[in-house]
């Protein structure tokens, strides 16, 4: 799709204003059903396209992507704009700083045109834990979109927006990807700065966009990639133009799948689905086998253990002192505390907490978050021992399609379970890609996942590219 | 009656005079208007990321080099969770299991004995802000209080001493030879009042001869050398008076009140927190290589314990004097730049008149070492005239007062006092013979073995020259002229 749109602007058959214009025509047809955006801004976003038009018009030479509209999950800054993270403690909290993806966003010409719905501070994994509004899945008003970043899929799979970024911290944007019918990919842990993306686990969270096409995920990826000194964490690798990925050829690449993903965990429409795609892969020549993991629960255990601990740390900062919702009735400091962040924060935040905190208290430590750790590690020589006989892992991205809004209300953990193909991915720091490969029998799409080495998104934007080439899956429109 | 022994083990935080914070880029300038010196970091606003300094890093390893301690090749940060106003984030940045120094030791001095005082750790972490509290002193009876930023985020070196003190006095001689060696090293302003070194005394005691340490209680606001022996000796005696009564010491933290000259408990064990530390996450393990500690060592300003080498050996300076040399930074440094100026003042002379009459001069103008106006030429100077023996020490004394008090050149106080010394025997002589002119009586009994009456005759002499007969000459001269 981009380089369809590069080209129409750049030749001048497209304005980016009309890009705009009919990005927000689109939300304001769709998104009272949608429900993907928390806020929106179309005074400056078109201030920016008429600008970015009238350097057009003056054949400038541009970044390849100016013009172009893009929604930002609102756990993000953009300067001067209300980042909510989907919380009530956080409520008209104006970004005095831009996110460094946002300063990229900027210089790559991007228009952000709102700020997108999610799980309240990225904890959930159907978006209705946001303490605002319910995004709806696009494909049925009753059934959830996925989460916690779903209504950035959801505006991606309603043709809202041409593409949007969202977070992944155990899949947030790779299972409403897959609940949507769009790409998401969640690069390599270090290779797109934190720095003003909001907290909720340090160690695992990453930026990443949606998009209709593996082959538009990769120009975004280029454009939000790169080492920033004001995160630690980033890495100081290389950042090959992801694009040259698109179209190469992937005969003699073997692909492992492991078994477990392969049995009756996984729902049996799913599966068939997955393994279809994989023999599409095979028919281009790559090699596919089943492979022994044997972490998957284990990673889920240990991974409710670490984020929740590291979350648990990361909001201990909304006390009510300098910023957000403060319960002003309270005469004395510790009830002000409790009572801001009892009101502020949603049941699903408080519950993580709670088990955070459990887990690093004294006596508890070491059975539990140093036990997650050393957990943590055994997934990642695994995936080691794996990528050294495979070039990539394949696998469903879900063990189900997306399921009815309120169907975990009695029993909040078993949610959990959705994310058990991707926590791994994270827990290790591994990029990983989730690429519709079909629909169920009641139209609910799903999708199929493709993790790479540590900063390998070539390997995993080649294999998902040339399996796009040959189904169209991707090019169904929810809400047409 | 069980005779007890005290035992201390002293936290000290140094506040690091590096020019930002050990997590960003904001100045760390004193006295600024309340939340000026702050960002998105240091207030701990959601999406916000520490960026270790390293300046921090490698005033860390040059305290770890002067306190002779093991630099680790790795050490990590880790988050220290409570809650609290000046704390933004609502966690501290500090590092609590693989701290960035290990082991070392201080020598004290106390009544001329020496002793060493093992050193546990050394570890970075970040200030809190400050609590203006209003409505009264402090936070008790306060109805509000305002919240100021500016030194959250501060870099700080914790320094914990093995649990080797016995006395008050010890652990005041050793915050005073830490301070001194924080301030030599040029990584901190040493200063207990303003806060940029700050003492935290564990406190307990233990029947003579008992292996195992009695339960300790942890004694705060020592904001003076003085407070601090006060405080100490303080809390040993309500320990002891409250196992005599039959009682227990408990594990808590207790607050020294300087006006009352008593602790009061701030918190007892059951309040205490639980801080729930793990490893920070946003940042990486810090990795040092050899190479980089060895340059660490090689850039730092000289160890005091390298000049004291130095002045005993090299200058033959005696301990006392030495000792003094190495308390205070300004002192030292007028030290090296006088010997530096002089070419045949010995360094001894130079050391014994500024650690005695010089500073005692000073602190009556309530000035120091930085602000004298005395220039190093002129001290020089004046010693010069001091060691050819051209003015008497007695002399000299006046001399230096005046120096200190007005800046003037030695030699026009010493033409304005008349002169210098006289140790001219001709000119002596006159004089003297019309002393003993006059006091016959007073010969007579020298002549008949009261050498002691001499002393009179010399007072006289010293009286008609105005003091500035060389004394041990004139005594010669009047014993010589009468026996």
């Not at chain 1, 284990?298 to 909001?315: F, G, H, Q, R, V």
């Not at chain 1, 009641?442 to 399996?467: C, M, N, T």
């Amino acid at each position: 799709m981009i380089p369809a749109l590069i080209k129409k602007l750049k030749n001048r058959e497209l304005k980016s204003e009309a890009l705009v214009n009919q990005t927000f025509d689109r939300i304001d047809s769709k998104d009272e059903q949608v429900k993907a955006f928390l806020s929106t801004f179309k005074e400056s976003a078109l201030e920016k396209a008429q600008a970015i038009d009238a350097q057009l018009d003056a054949g400038d030479e541009l970044a390849p992507l100016a013009g172009i509209p893009i929604g930002i999950k609102d756990n993000i800054h953009i300067k001067g704009k209300v980042t909510t993270c989907a919380s009530k403690i956080l409520q008209g909290f104006k970004a005095p700083f831009n996110a460094t993806v946002s300063e990229k966003v900027e210089s790559a010409g991007l228009i952000p045109v709102g700020k997108l719905n999610m799980d309240e501070f990225a904890m959930g994994s159907s978006t209705e834990r946001s303490a605002y509004q319910k995004t709806t899945n696009p494909w049925n008003i009753d059934y959830v979109p996925g989460g916690s970043s779903g209504g950035s899929a959801a505006a991606v799979a309603a043709g809202m927006v041409p593409f949007s970024l969202g977070s992944d911290t155990g899949g947030s944007i790779r299972q409403p990807a897959a609940y949507c019918g769009v790409v998401g990919l969640k690069p390599s842990y270090g290779r797109v700065s934190r720095f003003g993306l909001v907290a909720f686990a340090s160690s695992l969270d990453q930026i990443g966009p949606f998009t209709r096409t593996v082959e538009d995920s990769a120009y975004l990826l280029n454009a939000i990639s790169g080492y920033d000194p004001k995160d630690s964490t980033s890495e100081t690798q290389a950042i090959p133009d992801f694009t040259k990925a698109i179209g190469k050829e992937v005969s003699g690449l073997k692909i492992g799948v492991p078994k477990t993903l392969l049995s009756d965990k996984i729902d049996s429409e799913v599966r068939d689905s997955v393994v279809a795609a994989l023999d599409i892969l095979k028919a281009q020549g790559a090699t596919w086998e089943p492979i022994d993991f044997g972490y998957f629960d284990d990673a889920l255990a240990a991974y409710y253990i670490l984020a929740p601990a590291e979350a648990s740390a990361n909001l201990e900062r909304y006390d009510g002192v300098r910023y957000g919702v403060r319960d002003d009735a309270s005469d004395y400091l510790r009830k002000m505390i409790s009572k801001s962040r009892g009101t502020g924060f949603g049941d699903e935040v408080i519950r993580r907490i709670i088990l955070g905190t459990f887990v690093l208290s004294s006596g508890y430590y070491d059975a539990y978050y140093l036990k997650a750790q050393k957990v943590r590690t055994l997934v990642i020589q695994k995936f080691n021992e794996a990528f050294s006989n495979f070039d990539v892992l394949a696998m469903p991205t879900t063990p189900t399609t997306a399921f009815k809004s309120g169907s975990f209300s009695e029993d909040p953990a078993a949610m959990y379970t959705a994310d058990i193909a991707t926590i791994p991915v994270n827990l290790a720091g591994l990029p990983g890609i989730s690429v519709p490969c079909g629909f169920s029998k009641e139209k609910l799409p799903i999708g199929f996942q493709i993790v790479g080495k540590r900063f390998d998104e070539e390997s995993v934007l080649q294999v998902a590219h040339a399996y796009q080439t040959q189904t169209n899956w991707h090019l169904e429109e929810a809400l047409s | 009656m069980t005779q007890y022994e005290v035992v201390i083990g002293m936290e000290v935080h140094a506040q690091l005079k590096t020019k930002t914070k050990l997590f960003c880029s904001c100045s760390t300038d004193f006295g600024k208007a309340p939340n000026t010196n702050v960002c998105q970091v240091c207030l701990g606003l959601p999406g916000a990321l520490p960026v270790l300094n390293e300046t921090t890093v490698k005033y860390a390893i040059r305290a770890g080099h002067a306190l002779g301690c093991s630099i680790e090749h790795t050490s990590v940060f880790s988050r220290k969770n409570y809650f609290y106003p000046d704390l933004p984030k609502g966690y501290q940045i500090s590092q609590f299991d693989l701290p960035i120094c290990l082991g070392g030791s201080l020598t004290i001095q106390v009544d001329g004995e020496e002793k060493e005082i093992g050193i546990t750790r050394i570890h970075m972490e970040e200030d809190a802000g400050k609590l203006v509290h209003q409505g009264a002193d402090g936070i008790a009876g306060s109805d509000s209080s305002l919240v100021d930023l500016n030194r959250a985020g501060t870099p700080l070196i914790e320094i914990v001493s093995e649990p080797d003190i016995r006395s008050a006095a010890e652990a005041r001689a050793y915050m005073e030879t830490l301070k001194s060696i924080v301030e030599f090293i040029g990584v901190c302003d040493g200063n207990l009042d303003e806060g940029s070194l700050r003492a935290d005394a564990n406190v307990s005691i233990r029947p003579v001869g008992q292996k195992e340490f009695g339960t300790r209680a942890e004694v705060k606001n020592l904001n003076s050398f003085r407070s601090l022996e006060r405080a100490i000796n303080y809390e040993v005696d309500r320990q002891i008076a409250l196992v005599e009564s039959g009682g227990t010491v408990i594990q808590e933290t207790r607050n020294y009140n300087d006006a009352t000259g008593k602790t009061t408990s701030l918190r007892g064990k059951e309040d205490s927190h639980d801080y729930r530390y793990f490893p920070e996450p946003d940042l990486k393990p810090l990795r040092l290589t050899q190479a980089y500690i060895d340059d660490v060592k090689k850039e730092m300003p000289e160890l005091p314990s390298v000049k004291k080498e130095r002045y005993s050996s090299d200058y033959q300076i005696p301990a006392g004097d030495v000792h003094k040399l190495l308390l205070d930074l300004d002192l030292n440094r007028y030290f090296e730049k006088s010997v530096e100026l002089s070419d045949d003042v010995a360094p001894g002379l130079i050391a014994k008149w500024m650690v005695g009459d010089f500073t005692a001069y000073l602190k009556n103008q309530d000035e120091d070492f930085a602000s004298t106006k005395v220039s190093h030429t002129q001290f020089i100077s004046f010693l010069t005239e001091i060691d050819s023996g051209k003015i008497s020490g007695k002399m000299g004394k006046d001399i230096l007062e005046k120096m200190v008090k007005t800046g003037t050149d030695p030699d026009k106080l010493i033409k304005e006092s008349g002169g210098s010394q006289i140790s001219d025997e001709g000119e002596l002589s006159s004089v003297i013979d019309k002393i003993l002119s006059e006091n016959q009586d007073v010969v007579a009994k020298i002549k008949a073995g009261k050498t002691k009456s001499a002393d009179f005759l010399m007072g006289q002499v010293m009286k008609a020259t105005k003091g500035r007969a060389k004394p041990d000459l004139v005594r010669q001269m009047i014993l010589d002229k009468t026996v």
